[in-house]
T-cell receptor
């Protein structure tokens, strides 16, 4: 069964360092998402991406964050200068179409745990 | 924007009993309501969803109900089993994104 894969599974970094989290969405999917989950809290929307541009972003997704689809398979989240409060599990997700109400499922990866020291 | 409230935050039920988790949403334009199960160290996985043109949907031991007028939707798990222990998230679609509730940690007691 096709799946969303994320790397690394865990990254530890020093405050102020840049971090890149990588995702390989399901191959025929067109819409890509990043979500964040701080330990024990809810899953929060960060950004959605379609046709090589951001379609929507949340308040959390400030200038320190950026996303990119550098080739036909990878979808990356970059945090330019990490802060302690960026420590969280970051989930990538993808769907075939953006109209989730008609096409159903958003597929999530297993997550990348980021620890900022 | 959409706001999804979920309760209870923690729920313990005896194995074999039923579990009910309730959610409300704020955006009357929301029309898609998925439920996700998250096991420890894993990403959320869709277990059931309901669209706004349907009031109830059932899949084996899991059922979801939707009351659009009241903006309520609920997850019902019958004949609970140990493997049902997990965190469950309700969610609602707003524009092209899914907004999650805060989650319910379900414990199935032996």
């Amino acid at each position: 069964e096709p799946e969303v894969t994320q790397t690394p599974s865990h990254q530890v970094t020093q405050m102020g360092q840049e971090v890149i989290l990588r995702c390989v969405p399901i191959s025929n999917h067109l819409y890509f998402y990043w979500y964040r989950q701080i330990l024990g809290q809810k899953v929060e929307f960060l950004v959605s991406f379609y046709n090589n541009e951001i379609s929507e972003k949340s308040e959390i997704f400030d200038d320190q964050f950026s996303v990119e689809r550098p080739d036909g398979s990878n979808f990356t989240l970059k945090i330019r200068s990490t802060k302690l409060e960026d420590s969280a599990m970051y989930f990538c997700a993808s769907s075939y179409l953006g109209d989730l109400a008609n096409t159903g499922e958003l597929f999530f990866g297993e997550g990348s745990r980021l620890t900022v020291l | 924007g959409e706001n999804v409230e979920q309760h209870p935050s923690t729920l313990s039920v005896q194995e074999g009993d039923s579990a009910v988790i309730k959610c409300t949403y704020s955006d009357s334009a929301s029309n898609y309501f998925p439920w996700y199960k998250q096991e420890l160290g894993k990403g959320p996985q869709l277990i059931i969803d309901i669209r706004s043109n349907v009031g109830e949907k059932k899949d084996q031991r899991i059922a979801v109900t939707l009351n659009k007028t009241a903006k309520h939707f609920s997850l019902h798990i019958t004949e609970t089993q140990p493997e049902d222990s997990a965190v469950y998230f309700c969610a609602a679609r707003s524009d092209d994104k899914i907004i999650f509730g805060k989650g319910t940690r379900l414990h199935i007691l032996p």
